[in-house]
């Protein structure tokens, strides 16, 4: 069902968008199978959290807690489910201590619950740290993998769930992704009734999951779920009427919707109740049913399999649970729940995660897109997950994470296909691998390995009996891998007396309990000791029907001889020191070292980095010379490492775009080598090399400026207009545009009818040197002499003596300036968006320039004062490109753009602003402060060295903000607004997809408010602005929404600015 968020109206005054500091969640709670992986899981949670100020331990969450299965037995997520609700109840009784009712205990309560998909037994290589942990081919904006966690949070957190103020538990399976935010599906709970998800998925799918047959659908667009089968075979689910015309099934999403009410009416009846207390910290008992589920007493209760079809009619499900709990779930759940109903999301994805198999296949698939596989590095089969492995030879998909086993230059890694390669430390050399061989290497203790080798369709959860041990006949990826089974590999060796069963699972006697997660086969030691003796488990060159013949058979030498070798290196491992003590998977995840595979995968991912850095250098190098003219014919670049051309490349100082690079791979191999190694000016600071490159960089290409060299004038005035940037922002930002040139259109605009940008210096009485700022309505002064010891001057007024510095100007000079004031301001609020603080520091410099007798409003000394900008900017520290200060020092609409090189000198065309436009501008067009200041100081470091890394999303990314521009053009050329309006606000979802911290729940909210009014919409700059530019589909509604803003402001500082077209850019006035 998806339900329309749109107003019927226009009248917005009754929706509250006023609180910004409310998360999508109050709580989400991830279930964990037993206490090592819950610790695991603790581990993840506070590299998370929110660094605001806001306390939020999630993003979209204000709250986060992990709670795991009791007593350390498996409970099923059913009963994982109770208990999440149960803690979640004892934590939101905290937080009211006048409740009297655990119905208002939830009231209003958001409660996210995530199963985090078991112990991962059919995904043995992310047992360690769990499905829901797996690092994906996804980077967050500073360039780490993403895990299953984040986009299933993501993707949670941006769908709608109804007012602030309703209550509602979302329950999810974790390693399922659904993208579910792309279908707009409404996450309402309907009260009294629980509500299922589904998806369509083929007929193969449901066989693995669960499927719903549906019935009648209500008023609401929910339809009534007639019953729920559970991984049903393809005639049991056309018996059941599930399947549909098109070979199709409702599958289960995994997500399950109560309303608060019926969550607390489901604890009350098992169990749990508040003791009639005075106290203000009051706990939450729980007694019955739901206390023997947190002793851990009352066995296995799958959600799935007996909960869900039990709700849709289902009594046969219950009746496999213990007699006495199953009547008791009955009488708990069934009374409190009207009916059962699925909720269908058109057009969602069913990604899930369970096994290895699917991890290969959606890594290999075009689900994601890989960070950084640029050719000739990798092969397009290859997923390669923050690794550092060199060059491959592939002859299928493989996946590859947390891997550090060579460099480009090094001998290739031969992998067969259909690999999972997982954590492969450097000190074990290059692995090669045949089809279908996967390993997994886990730090356990301070020191000690242990390395997983098996099958790509190994599974470790079911027992290992006659009858799971048949290889399947049609092997869909090679005939090759079917002789590297690790089950029967083990089989063989029990059944030939190899190994003992009694010690390879010690006190087991049921054979339900003998698997590969159980079976203790894995040594652990130094890398030397127990590598490569586990690959000795798989048949090295024999196939099934070789190795299960007599050995009197085997008459020819070469399979003799091969299964003796096998079976030499199999005893080799039991007889050696090393190999006589063996653990199960089970008992390694309980002694795996977290720190040290949290330390391993960043140590891959940023050599990876530094290893793609100097290829890139390498393979750069030449152009960016040449581009330059400073290649030398006679030195060219050496073919080996980038490393290797520091005595060609680095004498290159002239060259910065090679310097920048340089900078950034010193920044990456600063947590490895000694600062002593690297001369002081290729470091320059431990901190952002990067900025200070790009800032030694402009100082040193400054133009020589012309201008009359007269005594000082008397009194010197600059005002400037502000811009709004419309099309082709980041591509006007160094190293970028350096590289590849830049092209924006901005729009230089007044607000209030008056130049928003002042700067006024003049002689003064007194000795000395005078600053007054007067910003945000705010008054600061001080003198030059006392600045640097004065802690209450602001950090935007730290501009004054950056741009003495970076036009050369020493107020020092007492013969020239006895005395000088100089006053500044501006009417725009901090963390605009609209380019204030460069338009600012372009004023400073064109009056440190007048009081030197250097300015003359000619194209030379525009060219002078945005070099000397972009210096004033990095000096302080805030970054930035040249499109602000451009879009000051030319008036109206109008296109900038540089060419490739270290120097940026803007070409601007003006743009005629049509009839159809001028009146769109006049008219319907709005200027909106939303009272949230923006900053973009971070997200430009980001996204600049995510630039710098490779890294192909950015790369994309760039490509079609240049692409908008084009289109952008076009619309105004055609005096089009309709046009215009649509592109302006691509413009704002590409610059949106850079970095999340562009947006935050309030400008969200604000959003939803406006847009279904609006012809187009977009925040400037690149933090995502403390302006809404906004153009409104009539004149009628443009005023009906100021009018609206006005009474009913997202904020108390928010409010309307009055705009006009600048039709003067910055002008310097002397007297």
């Not at 037993?34 to 603790?42: E, K, L, P, T």
């Not at 979209?60 to 350390?72: E, I, S």
């Not at 399950?256 to 910290?281: E, F, H």
């Not at 320039?849 to 300015?855: H, P, R």
Request: hydrophobic share 40%; charged share 20%.
């Amino acid at each position: 069902m998806t339900r329309s968020t749109r107003p019927t109206g226009i009248t917005l005054a009754n929706q509250d968008y006023a609180n910004g500091d409310t998360p999508r969640f109050d709580l989400v709670i991830l279930t964990a199978a037993n206490i090592v992986q819950a610790a695991g899981y603790r581990a993840q949670l506070p590299r998370r959290k929110v660094e605001d100020g806001s306390g939020w331990d999630l993003p979209c969450a204000r709250k986060a807690m992990v709670v795991a299965d009791p007593k350390g037995k498996r409970a099923g997520s059913g009963i994982a489910t109770f208990i999440a609700l149960y803690e979640a109840a004892r934590y939101f009784a905290t937080l009211s201590p006048k409740a009297r009712t655990l119905r208002e205990v939830f009231a209003g309560r958001r409660v996210l619950i995530l199963h985090s998909g078991g112990d991962s037994r059919r995904l043995p290589a992310y047992a360690a740290i769990g499905k829901i942990f797996v690092p994906l081919p996804v980077e967050n904006v500073h360039g780490d993998p993403r895990t299953v966690f984040d986009l299933v949070l993501e993707d949670f957190a941006r769908l709608d769930a109804g007012e602030l103020n309703t209550g509602s538990i979302t329950i999810a399976a974790g390693d399922v992704m659904l993208n579910l935010a792309k279908t707009g599906i409404d996450l309402r709970p309907v009260p009294g009734h629980v509500v299922g998800v589904a998806a369509r998925a083929s007929m193969e799918q449901g066989s693995r999951h669960g499927v719903f047959v549906t019935g009648s659908t209500n008023k609401t667009g929910d339809t009534r779920v007639r019953t729920f089968l559970q991984k049903p075979s393809e005639s049991q689910a056309r018996a059941a009427g599930a399947i549909n015309k098109d070979g199709t099934v409702a599958i289960d999403t995994g997500v399950v919707l109560l309303d608060s009410d019926t969550a607390a009416a489901w604890l009350n009846s098992l169990g749990a109740s508040i003791p009639k207390s005075t106290t203000r910290n009051k706990t939450i008992r729980a007694t019955g049913t739901l206390g023997a589920m947190c002793r851990a007493t009352a066995g296995s209760i799958d959600l799935y399999e007996h909960i869900l079809p039990m709700l849709a009619g289902n009594t046969e499900a219950v009746s496999k649970l213990d007699r006495k709990f199953g009547e008791a779930l009955t009488k708990a759940l069934a009374p409190n729940v009207k009916h059962f109903l699925v909720r269908h999301a058109r057009g969602a994805t069913f990604y899930h995660i369970g096994s290895t198999r699917e991890l290969l296949d959606i890594g290999t698939a075009t689900v994601f897109n890989a960070g950084r596989q640029s050719p000739p590095r990798f092969e397009p089969a290859a997923t390669v997950v923050g690794s550092d492995v060199g060059t491959l030879t592939l002859e299928g998909p493989v996946w590859i994470e947390g891997c550090q086993w060579g460099e480009v230059g090094s001998e290739p890694a031969k992998l067969g296909g259909f690999n999972v390669i997982t954590g492969w430390p450097k000190e074990a050399g290059i692995p090669k691998l045949e089809s279908g061989e996967c390993a997994a290497w886990i730090p356990v203790g301070e020191k000690t390995w242990a390395c997983l080798a098996y099958s790509l369709f190994d599974d470790w959860k079911e027992p290992l009996c006659d009858e799971n041990l048949v290889i399947p006949e049609s092997w869909p990826y090679g005939m090759a891998a079917r002789k590297h089974y690790l089950s029967a590999v083990v089989a063989h060796c029990v059944s030939r007396s190899i190994w003992n069963a009694n010690d390879i699972w010690p006190g087991t006697a049921l054979a339900k309990d003998r698997s590969l997660y159980t079976a203790r086969i894995w040594p652990i030691g130094a890398i030397s000791e127990i590598y490569p003796l586990p690959a000795a488990y798989c048949y090295y060159g024999l196939t099934m029907s070789e190795i299960d013949r007599p050995e009197s058979d085997l008459l020819e030498n070469t399979i003799k001889d091969k299964y003796i070798e096998w079976r030499t290196r199999v005893l080799q491992v039991l007889t050696s020191p090393i190999g006589r003590k063996r653990l199960s998977l089970q008992q390694l995840v309980g002694m795996v070292n977290h720190q040290r595979l949290a330390d391993q995968a960043a140590n891959s991912r940023r050599q990876g980095l530094i290893d793609h850095q100097e290829v890139r250098l390498h393979t750069d190098s030449r152009l960016d010379l040449a581009r330059e003219g400073l290649l030398r014919r006679d030195r060219p670049p050496t073919r080996n490492r980038a490393s290797d051309l520091r005595p060609t490349l680095f004498t290159h100082r002239e060259c910065p775009i090679i310097r920048i690079k340089q900078r950034r791979i010193r920044e990456l191999q600063l947590p490895y080598h000694p600062l002593e190694e690297y001369e002081l000016h290729d470091i320059a600071t431990i901190g952002d090399s990067r900025q200070i490159a790009v800032s030694s960089l402009l100082r040193e290409n400054q133009l020589e400026h012309t201008g009359c060299t007269s005594a000082p004038p008397s009194l010197i005035h600059v005002s400037a207009p502000i811009r709004i940037d419309l099309a082709g922002g980041w591509t006007d930002t160094p190293p970028i545009c350096q590289e590849h040139g830049g092209t924006v259109i901005n729009l230089a605009v007044n607000l209030d009818s008056a130049a928003p940008i002042t700067v006024t210096a003049s002689h003064s009485p007194q000795d000395g040197f005078q600053i007054e700022g007067i910003v945000d309505g705010q008054t600061h002064s001080c003198t030059l002499d006392t600045f640097p010891r004065d802690n209450t001057v602001p950090a935007w007024a730290k501009l004054v003596p950056a741009a003495s510095r970076a036009t050369e100007l020493s107020f020092r000079d007492r013969d020239k300036f006895p005395g000088l004031s100089l006053s500044f301001s501006s009417s725009v609020p901090k963390g605009s968006g609209l380019g204030t603080s460069s338009i600012l520091s372009a004023a400073l410099c064109a009056a440190c320039y007048a009081l030197q007798g250097k300015y003359s409003p000619d194209l030379l000394t525009k060219h002078a004062i945005a070099a000397a900008t972009l210096c004033v900017e990095h000096a302080i520290g805030s970054g930035g490109g040249w499109q602000d200060q451009y879009g000051a020092l030319f008036p109206g609409l109008k296109s900038l753009h540089t060419s490739a090189g270290s120097i940026q000198h803007a070409e601007c065309t003006p743009l005629t602003i049509g009839p159809c436009l001028a009146d769109t501008f006049a008219s319907r067009t709005l200027l909106y402060f939303t009272g949230q200041q923006r900053l973009a100081a971070n997200i430009l470091q980001n996204f600049v060295n995510r630039y710098l890394d490779g890294d192909a999303p950015t790369w994309r990314t760039l490509d079609r903000l240049r692409k908008n521009v084009v289109d952008v053009r076009e619309a105004i050329d055609r005096d089009d607004p309709t046009a215009f309006a649509r592109h302006i606000t691509m413009y704002w979802l590409l610059k949106r997809s850079i970095d999340p911290s562009t947006t935050n729940a309030a400008l969200n909210r604000l959003v939803a408010r406006v847009t279904p009014h609006l012809d187009g919409y977009l925040f400037p700059g690149a933090g995502g602005g403390g302006f809404l530019f906004m153009i409104a589909r009539t004149t009628a509604t443009a005023k009906t929404l100021r009018r609206d803003l006005t009474n009913h402001p997202p904020a108390p500082t928010a409010r309307f600015y009055d705009w006009s077209v600048a039709n003067k850019p910055l002008t310097v006035t002397v007297s």
